[in-house]
């Protein structure tokens, strides 16, 4: 959250909507501070391309995201992009070095990316996974572009595809095992 190539300590308490953000050297960068409510999902991530990470939530019942820097500058404010169910996936789909919003729909299986920063969408109904299917997204090739990746728990097999490149980069790779379950991945 401050920039120093050093991941901080960071936890929200759900109840509140506050944020308690702490570096590994005890600096305090956030003591409740309020920016969430009760059942808003916590989605991190450097939307601003500032090489800081700021916060962001995500209204799970309507589809909406919030987004504030610690210098409380907003940067989102009901930014429209899901629905009821939705499963957050953000990251930097475009290479730009800021993260974007992204959801995953569990019943159909398909990707939705949005560019805060361009204002518009970067992926839209994007075919990758199916119901049960964990998203995992990630740079799995090192382009500096977040790809679409599933992980089936059935299988323990991954799915990769790029979506700057067109092309699958892993198809029923095998890496895990049935019931296993992906570090990150979201359910």
Known sequence: YDGDAKSDLAVYDQPSGFWYIITMDDRVLAWDRPWGWTG??????????????????YDQNAGYWYVQTLAEIVLAWAQPWGW?????VPGDYDGDEKDDMAVYDQPS????VWSQAKQKALI??????WTGAVPVPGDY????NA???VFD???????????????ALAW????????????????
């Open 40 to 57: 808003a999902i916590t989605v991190p991530g450097d939307y601003d391309g500032d090489g800081l990470n700021d916060l962001c939530v």
């Open 84 to 88: 009821p169910g939705a499963t957050t």
């Open 109 to 112: 299986g398909s990707w939705y």
């Open 124 to 129: 839209w109904a994007r075919p990758w996974g």
């Open 141 to 144: 090739d090192g382009d500096g």
């Open 147 to 149: 790809d679409l990746a």
């Open 153 to 167: 728990t059935v299988t323990g097999y991954w799915y990769i595809w790029s979506e700057i490149k067109g092309k």
């Open 172 to 187: 029923a790779q095998p890496w895990g095992w049935p019931g296993a379950n992906p570090p990150g991945g979201r359910k």
